[in-house]
């Protein structure tokens, strides 16, 4: 696992239960008011609001080659929820839900 992420109708909100619950830091000083999360330890996350949709929990795993990764998720069943995207400034990312309709994200190994 690389990260995970939680989010909810009322981000702030998810970020104080979390952040008191789990005394973890959280850094929400970002335009998109998205909470980083410091854990202490690896792996860290983010904690965040959504448009006003129910919210979610995923991880995230590093792979070399997110597009065969989600093609064989598809072959087992999965299907994908966000193609291979270039996140500006960011890491390469996917999607994809399990048979029961749980996300898990993808972010492409450095050395992928």
């Known amino acids: 696992m690389v990260n995970f992420e939680v989010t909810g109708r009322d981000g ?5 239960f979390y952040g008191e619950r789990f005394n973890w830091t959280i850094d929400a000083n970002n335009p998109m ?3 980083m999360v ?3 330890s690896s792996p860290a996350g983010g904690i965040g609001g959504t448009d006003g949709t129910s919210g979610w929990a995923t ?3 590093e792979v070399g080659d997110p597009q ?3 093609d064989r998720a598809r072959r087992l069943g ?10 500006p400034g960011g890491p390469t990312m996917a999607q994809f ?8 994200g993808l972010i492409k190994a450095a050395d992928g």
């Open 12 to 16: 702030p909100s998810r970020q104080r």
């Open 33 to 35: 008011g998205y909470g």
């Open 38 to 40: 410091d854990t202490g």
């Open 59 to 61: 991880f995230h795993v």
């Open 68 to 70: 065969s990764t989600l």
């Open 78 to 87: 999965g299907k994908v929820q966000m193609p291979v995207s270039e996140v």
């Open 97 to 104: 839900t399990d048979p029961e309709g749980n996300v898990i």
